[in-house]
């Protein structure tokens, strides 16, 4: 029933773009396109009920600003498999989106349409890898008194992917997948203590390096294991 209403949504979200911007509009009313592909996650697991949206993002005197057009829209099946038949527009941003949850890594697929049409007028995204995430909480307390500071980082991959294609070849360099990211926090009499949390990709590994009292720096390492969340705490 949920997979039904959202169809629905999508439809109505269509119907309503073509009967507002009228002749403004360049959507191909006669062409649509098929979006296929399978999801599965760092296991080689389907991801099932993962969604899958087509939009387009245009600039028009009606809306008055750049606004993002949704043109299709679908779920995953058991198999992670999944079909969309969308609406087609020449577009210089063009994407396809999945998401399946807080707790899985978002993808999105991105192209320029406006002199490219896919063969067959289909995008088949193939196999894409969806990373389980698992929520670390942190905290960093000091119990060694007044006078003391720590200056940390924790450094971790996000398991978000863009992935930018140009005729239907994928541009690595515009592309960003599973990047390094960086959280820094410093404490002292003013903030002696934090906690904190953030998302990171289950089987990667998270590094703390820390300088206490401006000492030369020191790194621990953990591994992000296969629960909803990760408990780290460290006292100074």
């Given amino acids: ?27 191909e009313d006669n062409t649509r396109i098929l979006v296929n592909g399978v999801i599965k996650d760092q296991s080689d697991l389907a991801v099932q009920d993962a969604q899958i949206n087509v939009y387009t993002r245009r600039v028009t005197s009606f809306l008055g600003g750049e606004s993002e057009f949704l043109l299709g829209s679908n779920f995953s099946d058991s198999n992670g498999e999944f079909s969309v038949v969308s609406l087609f527009d020449e577009d210089e941003d063009f994407s396809i989106e999945i998401d399946a949850g807080e707790t899985y890594s978002k993808y999105v697929y991105r192209t320029n349409t406006v002199d490219f049409t896919p063969t067959d007028f289909t995008f088949n ?59 820094n926090g410093s404490l002292n009499d003013n903030n002696p203590d934090r906690e904190g949390s953030f998302d990171a990709p289950i089987g990667t590994q998270v590094e703390f390096t820390y300088s206490i009292n401006e000492a030369p720096e020191t790194t621990e390492i953990f591994t992000i294991n296969d629960n909803s969340v990760n408990e780290f705490t460290f006292t100074y």
């Fill in 1 to 27: 029933m949920t997979h039904i209403k959202a169809r629905l949504r999508a439809i109505l979200v269509c119907f309503l773009i073509i009967s507002l911007l009228g002749c403004e509009t360049r959507f």
């Fill in 125 to 183: 995204l193939e196999t894409v890898t969806l990373q389980k995430l698992s929520k670390v909480n942190y905290s960093v307390t000091r119990t060694s008194g007044d006078g003391n500071s720590i200056q940390y980082t924790f450094r971790f991959i996000n398991g978000f992917c863009s992935e930018v294609y140009e005729q239907g070849v994928l541009n690595p360099e515009e592309s960003q997948c599973n990047t390094l990211q960086f959280l």
